[in-house]
């Protein structure tokens, strides 16, 4: 095609295209030789490029896995990883609102897989009274021997010991001092029992824990599940919670929507922790605003540094275009010579990214110690693992890649008026 | 050789090149730009949160019965007698306000809640959130005033309203229980929820009269500048020797320790956005050097020190700095101007209220910060061109020629 004659303007453009195709493959070989010819300032480049990405995948990566290693604790603490309730017991949490039938639950769930332990709470309201004193506090019946094992709550600096048999309590130490309680008083617990019956309970206190969470050391207590049934007129197999502990908050996302059915619903942690969710979010949004800063001035950089290149070059380019080469063949083999430099970056960013997170999931990041009081707060673990973040793969490269792009052709553009003589020229 | 010469040289240098530098000096302004808004953003949140801390009840410093933060029972109260309150640093104290802030019990026809009870006087409250929430129906006329007023949320989960009577339990002066109905004068409404759902006033006389006890269980004072807070404390600790004095730091250790923290977030910032802008300016500063090495070694060949070609070097690199942080600042205060002074993050509430911050975020520029930006911008200029000088000494002028 291309002998036809280029006189006619109309088949101009018909006839470079073959032209383009044949071309290409050696300019991606021009293309890599230039980039390896300025060493320097090509690894200039990609180090600004490598830590944009850099900056977006590893710290995605550790907040990443702070958040699940703060999702996990959190719902070890108290709350499980999924809740399966009365439908409208999360909005209206009244005693009526119980569901039956919780050991065959309990079966059912327990057997399927990514599942750890599941137990059974009921819950109230309730005046707690020691001596002269009261303070409203929430009652928990619990299902002790399986809490003991997966309820971190039951080992937090704890004072005595946690619930082992029938007639026993398990407080917090705000809620102890409140009363002026200790170890081995006794605890009258008065509440509201189910059509508005008078629900009373004695216990022995037998330990207190504190947790640093300021809401969960001063009102809760913890009583045995069947003394709850009894106290609270509820039947043997009636409760208001199942919680769930699965091996992993990941499982837990996948078992949560299998476990819900008419008449039970079932929350995963989202709707546990939902001021979680929301601080995950805000996170989000504050490293995106700040990656895309931080490729705005790499950027900036890249077109810099393609003008030097630019500049640099101008009589070769003159020369190029002397013995026949087109102004765009220059611009695509500046995109080209842009995209290698990118890939090199990405390479880089990814590589220190894929061997930092691959070293520290290993081994952990202790939190440092003086943090201690705030983590607490935040139900933060003691050592954080950060989980490589696929999310911030897919945001990262593309800005990236587009972002080369553009700031190689912005002073490329020039070349589109370039004429062989004046580029010749300037080389004198 | 001069440095007047040397500073001549830089700039003829960075003129030469226009396009280039104008690239790089905007890297620079943005970079500067966007450290200077995140600092604005961070200072709004770090002084909002001590704003809220301060404006919660605790004042700049409190004081109270020793033993009462491990037990605060009406047991832990202490007298005060008329015209009690100290005339020291009259001119640094912007308000004193004496409460009784005692655990309770509240029940409406549907619920029941733990509450903290606290008998105020209004006309000391000037300097609590009190004075700036929002209210549905009436705030508290006087100390003696026998009705209360409660939170919104507290009102949403007790499912009542104005009008409505209240009954509350609390624990008297010899330790037994008393219980009494209340007609709730108002609701307030304030900046998140955390206070809304736990504290409950009325009148401190009133609630004097409940327990059966003429005192009160806490005294605060608010400064009319945080800077005041050490020699206040000193004189309160003389002044209130019998009691505990207590900064609001020492009260609420999970603020101020958010209040310190703050202070690292700017600098890890800075450094975050100065290290992506950092290849960039190395970048120009070694080509602008490859470009002269005819020029640096015929200048070596007539005399000049391997000194000054490193001056020369860094006075480019620092002039470049200097013109984008110039550029940089002034279009952030421009932008500061022209931003609303509040930042409404609600949409994000909850999450900032479980760690006690505002949904509202007051933007904050300090001339401090803006003075440390220049001078940490500066340091990081005369670093980046550290490689690019070294670069320029080695040029030897005999090859320079050569070539």
Redesign the interface.
Known sequence: MSDISLTDGTLTAVAIRPDIKRATPELWGVAWRNITRTK??TW??A??IA??IL?MTFVRSLQVGAFIGAVDNSARIMLGHIQLQHPVYEDDPAIENSIHGINDIIADVESRPGVEIVSARAQS???TSS???????QIIGVQYEKEAVWSSLTRMQVDGRYIEGPGEAFIGSALA??L?ITIGDELVILGTAVEGGVAALVADVVGTYTSGQPELD??IVQVPLQDFQVAWTLAPDEAHTVIVIAESVADSEELAPQLGRAGLRSLNWRDLQ??????M??KLIGTYV?FI??A???I??????F??II??RTPEFGMLMAVGMRPHHIIIQLQIEALLVCILGIILGLGITAVGVGILSETGIALPAQ?G??LK??AMPERMYPVFSFGALFIAVPVMVLGTQLAALIPGLRLRHMHAVDALRSAE | MPITLLAQLSLRNIVRHRRRNLMLLMAIAVAVLTVLMANTVIRGMQYDLREQTVSNLNGHIKVHAPGYLDDPSIARGFELAAGWEPKINVSEVEGWAARIRIPAVIMSERETRGIQFVGIDPAQESISFLSKAHYDGQPLNTSSDRRIIIGKEMADQLETQVGRRLVIITQGSDGLNREAGFRIAGVYDTEGTAIEKIFVFTGVTALQNMVDAIVVTEVSVRLVDDAFQLSMLDSLLRFFADLEVKTWQQLEPLAAAFFLFAESAIYLYFFIIMTALIFGLVNTLVTSVMERVHELGMLRAVGMRPGAVVMQVVIESTFIMMIGVALGLTLGWLIFQLLPPVLDLSSFSEGFEKFGMPAKIHLRLHVSDMVLITVMSMVFGVLASLYPAKRAVKISPLEALRL
Request: with cysteine; net charge neutral; charged share 20%.
């Open positions: 320097r300032r200039l480049t180090c600004g830590f944009a900056m309201f309730a005046l001596g002269e004193r009261s303070f409203g506090a001092r409140n002026g001063r009102a939902p001021e979680m969710v929301q601080m979010e805000m700040l800063l931080v705005i001035i790499v900036f950089s890249v077109v810099n540094s003008m030097m500049f640099e943090a009081e705030l707060s935040m």
